[in-house]
């Protein structure tokens, strides 16, 4: 088996992100990055990226200049055996190596991996999982990930419209938090009072400003300790992305100063280093690798193995399509201790709605998927009507 083509694919929903001061659901993003691998046995592999998918499409055709580290990745892959994952990992890996060994480079690179072990799957008739080596679980536990509404009293109607839906574990994040500590409590605060005391409820704080006239949002180390007593009052059960991805004795500092809360981070970081350095230096309690741009499952493996050796917890970033939920959902079967999935609630359905059958919550969790591959087939009639490039 051959690759014969590696596309890359940007869909614009034609809705911008939404004010972080509105109280209504998140749209989300507005362009989504895909990546299809095709092989001359009829046999193709999905991903989506979180990424910015112009520049990623770029890097994917980018032309031919015939030095090794200036390539795209269609030029790594074309004519190659997808199921040499590993080679295929190290070798794109390498002809992407003066530009793209972070950021966006690694970011589509990662999505190539996943489709990889998408192809892999449907040559041998296996889900992921499989060919991971583990499944200790059916279902895995989600989470609403929803941004922060800007009052108390909205947070409480968003609170009791999760539940309304099936949801026992809510995560708020960005939006207006992060810049009044007063404010940031009333909501946590309201929050629990409409929750009561056997929902989790997360906080992701992001570590910069999600408005584009003021992109900063900054927060000293003992602030943010002080922040942190207050949250493990209400019981909240992680602080998520609170500092920039490589202040890594920031992490640490902070983490010393907790008992019950969690500190999770690494949604925004690649390769296992650096998340042996989160885990080591950071002290973080949960590991949060996105597959779609920490290396893809290859590296997502590794890290997942790193939180079992150290006995902390991973727990997968997955905010976008069901192609992210699926791999992540594979990663959690793999992990003797999964914690949660993380479940787009946004509201622009292209999302939610990007496979013929969605991944669905029942009872607050959602099944493993069985099927070969990744388990979700894309319906590429949804693709063609939002393809912009």
């Avoid at 614009?12 to 895909?34: C, I, M, Q, W």
């Avoid at 609170?159 to 026992?168: I, K, N, Q, S, T």
């Avoid at 920031?250 to 999770?264: E, K, M």
């Avoid at 390769?271 to 290396?295: I, M, N, T």
Wanted: aromatic letters at 8%; a negative charge.
């Amino acid at each position: 088996m051959k690759i014969t083509a590696v596309e890359a694919i940007v869909l614009d929903t034609g809705k911008n992100y939404s004010d972080p001061a509105a109280a209504a659901e998140a749209h989300g993003v507005r362009f989504v990055s895909l990546l299809k691998i095709s092989t001359d046995e009829g046999i193709t592999g999905w991903s989506d990226i979180e990424t910015q998918p112009h520049v990623g499409k770029a890097i994917v055709d980018a032309p031919s200049s015939g030095v090794v580290g200036f390539e795209s990745l269609r030029s790594a892959l074309i004519g190659e055996d997808p199921l040499e994952r590993e080679r295929l990992w190290q070798k794109g890996y390498r002809y992407l190596a003066y530009y793209g060994r972070q950021g966006a480079g690694m970011q589509m690179l990662s999505g190539a991996d996943i489709a990889l072990w998408d192809i892999a799957g449907k040559a041998f008739g296996q889900p992921v999982w499989k060919l991971l080596g583990a499944r200790y679980r059916e279902r895995v536990n989600v989470y609403a990930s929803t941004l922060f509404r800007p009052t108390p009293a909205a947070m409480q109607a968003a609170v009791a419209d999760y539940l309304d839906r099936g949801f026992r574990a809510i995560k708020f994040g960005w939006g207006v938090f992060g810049r009044d500590p007063a404010l940031d409590l009333d909501l946590v605060r309201a929050a629990r009072a409409e929750a009561g005391p056997n929902v989790t409820l997360m906080v992701d704080a992001g570590w910069y400003g999600v408005a584009p006239a003021n992109p900063f949002r900054e927060r000293s180390l003992k602030e943010w300790i002080r922040v942190i007593r207050r949250l493990e009052e209400l019981d909240v059960f992680w602080l998520e992305d609170f500092l920039h991805p490589e202040n890594f004795a920031g992490y640490g500092a902070v983490a010393a100063h907790t008992t019950t809360l969690r500190t999770a981070a690494g949604e925004q970081l690649a390769g296992l280093a650096d998340f042996a350095r989160l885990a080591d230096e950071g002290k973080v309690d949960v590991l949060q690798p996105d597959l779609s741009r920490c290396g893809g499952l290859t590296v997502g493996k590794q890290i997942a193995d790193l939180a079992v050796r150290k006995q902390i917890d991973c727990a997968p970033h997955a905010w976008l399509t069901d192609l992210l939920k699926a791999a992540s959902l594979h990663l959690n079967a793999y992990l003797p201790n999964a914690l949660f999935l993380e479940y787009n609630v946004a509201s622009a359905s292209l999302l939610n709605t990007l496979c013929k059958e969605p991944l669905h919550m029942v009872d607050g969790a959602v099944s493993v998927p069985s099927g070969p591959g990744l388990g979700v087939e894309v319906d590429e009639d949804v693709v063609a009507r939002f393809r912009v490039l």
